[in-house]
């Protein structure tokens, strides 16, 4: 089969490789679109660690099933379906608990580190356990199914949030995940939402998502105007979707007393915190890590036009411009946001 290889760090090439083998309790999915995420594209050029080459990245994907394993019924040949991009065991402690993102012996697809090695699918075949698909409801394309994982790290973020309790929430950074957030809060019901971003074009996005405000971040005292738009007290809820130390203070400081702080982005493995202003206003600090059940929820959404994905894809193109496409994405071209691969 055809697929894309990371060879060396920033050295990617189309290769005739195997298809992968069907274990017993998998399926082969023919991939029929594949995203490339923000990850693949730092995965590319080794700062992350992640994915020490050689190795078929992708993890965003949706297809059809061809072939099935002995003991992966229902699935049948045919069937339409993406998949989860985390392999969970099934069976250690958080497994038995549902937060299936914190498995102890957690894989994801198209990663390959010290621990592990798993091809992913940038690559015309993909084998992988029945027990992570999700079937594509009626109406949903393949490219639309392959921005579900994206849709699902929204969704878990709001999930970790108390949103029940919470009139006003502010989304610092409107990249992809901080839009799909402002999203997912206007299909919660949030009364306000603020977006802040230093991209006025993404800003203009926030606002056509159901932003009822946006502020630059660059241009203003954030957390005083945040302050200004909520009687004075701050957001019931930030999330914080870059992941820089600044960034996460001034989350911290447009947050009310009491308020939380749900933490999304991860740019920066460690960062300076402001303690201080943490354990004296009471603000809880919410971590959240990809997804724990979303997809079935997020498809739908999907599918009822509840969630807009098309808005981000800027283009979709054969797999065997990869290469290129990664380039543009490295380069961080103005105006690119989701390529999708088409084996």
């Known amino acids: 089969m055809k697929a894309l290889v990371l060879k060396a760090y920033r050295d990617l090439c189309i290769e005739d490789v195997p298809a992968p083998t069907v274990q017993a309790d998998e399926v082969l999915v023919r991939v029929r679109a594949c995203g490339i995420c923000g990850s693949d594209v730092h995965g590319m050029d080794g700062s992350t660690g992640r994915r020490i080459p050689p190795i078929i990245m992708g993890h965003e994907a949706a297809g059809e099933v061809i072939e099935v394993g002995a003991s992966a019924a229902p699935w049948r040949p045919g069937d339409r379906v993406t998949f989860d991009s985390t392999i969970s065991c099934g069976t250690c402690w958080h497994c038995l608990r549902g937060e299936v993102n914190l498995c102890d012996n957690r894989r994801v697809i198209g990663v390959s580190c010290q621990e592990y090695r798993r091809d992913g699918a940038f690559a015309e075949f993909i084998a992988v356990p029945a027990r992570i698909l999700y079937r594509l409801p009626s109406g949903i394309t393949f490219e639309q199914a392959a921005l579900v994982e994206a849709v699902s790290v929204a969704a878990h973020a709001v999930n970790r949030s108390p949103l029940a309790d919470a009139s006003s929430a ?104 402001p303690l201080q202003a943490v354990v004296t206003r009471e603000i809880t600090l919410a971590g959240s890590c990809a997804s724990a059940g979303e997809y079935p929820e997020c498809l739908q959404m999907i599918a009822d036009g509840i969630v807009d994905v098309g808005t981000f894809v800027s283009a979709s193109v054969p797999l065997s411009q990869g290469p290129e496409w990664f380039g543009r994405l490295h380069a961080r071209e103005k105006g690119l946001m989701k390529v999708l691969l088409k084996p």
Request: with cysteine.
């Open 170 to 273: 502010m989304v610092l950074g409107s990249g992809m995940i901080g839009l799909l957030i402002v999203q997912v809060l206007r299909a919660r019901g949030c009364k306000e939402i603020i977006a802040v971003d230093v991209d006025p074009g993404r800003l203009e996005m926030a606002r056509r998502f159901g932003a009822t405000s946006t502020l630059a971040s660059d241009a203003s005292d954030v957390a005083a105007s945040v302050r200004s738009m909520t009687e004075g007290g701050g957001a019931d809820i930030t999330f914080e979707a870059v992941g820089l130390a600044a960034t996460v203070k001034m989350a911290i400081d447009s947050t009310r007393k009491g308020g939380t702080v749900t933490l999304v982005g991860n740019l920066s493995p460690t960062i300076d915190l």
